[in-house]
């Protein structure tokens, strides 16, 4: 019952979860010409917000951020 309270904003990133992120990260970084701090700060945080909203899988995580990073 408790679980249908916790908002996916409140869910903990652990080291696991972490590495995924930043290999989603890395990668789109190295396949797109995103260039400045604000660019990868809001790269970084459609990751992790896009990772709470539960999707997980690795190349479904890529496709989103790299979509919500060239657009």
Do not use: W
């Not at 010409?33 to 992790?48: H, M």
């Amino acid at each position: 019952m408790v679980r249908n309270h916790i908002s996916p904003s409140d869910l903990q990133l652990f080291s696991d979860d972490l590495t995924l992120c930043q290999r989603v990260f890395d990668q789109i970084r190295d396949e797109t010409e995103i260039k400045g701090t604000q660019r990868n700060d809001l790269l970084a945080a459609n990751i992790v917000r896009f990772y709470k909203q539960r999707i997980k899988n690795e190349g479904q995580l890529l496709i989103l951020a790299m979509t919500a990073a060239i657009t």
